[in-house]
Nanobody
């Protein structure tokens, strides 16, 4: 099992920034591509961003490209989501996810290997 724990959520104003963190334990972190998803109230969970095992390749949903940045530190078993220019529509619970294949994360596959429990981000106008 790969255990994922998110942190860094909170309540901010539109235009502010937040940095989410996800720390992993239990398996070899660098074996896994990592991703971030979010679920707004009353909506389905959606893909936000993904990063390859070594961190060289990053991918983003159109809704966040240019505002959010995903990075990872394999020495610290951590993945991050820097969120700038936050908008009220970014309000959601943000989940960290891990899969052996980055393609699975990009597809938002129901078969993604591991999920965290989420951290809430609330953006007010």
């Amino acid at each position: 099992q790969l255990h994922l724990v998110e942190s860094g959520g909170g309540a901010v104003q539109a235009g502010d920034s937040l940095r989410l963190s996800c720390t992993a334990s239990g398996r070899t972190f660098s074996d896994y591509a990592m991703g971030w998803f979010r679920q707004a109230p009353g909506q389905e969970r959606e893909y936000v961003a993904a990063i390859s095992r070594g961190g060289a390749d990053t991918f983003y949903a159109d809704s966040v490209r240019g505002r959010f940045t995903i990075t990872r530190d394999n020495a610290k078993n951590a993945v991050y989501l820097q969120m700038n220019g936050l908008k009220p529509e970014d309000t959601a619970v943000y989940y960290c996810a891990a899969d052996l294949r980055v393609a699975e994360l990009r597809r938002g596959s129901g078969g993604i290997n591991y999920w965290g429990k989420g951290t809430l981000v609330t953006v007010s106008s």
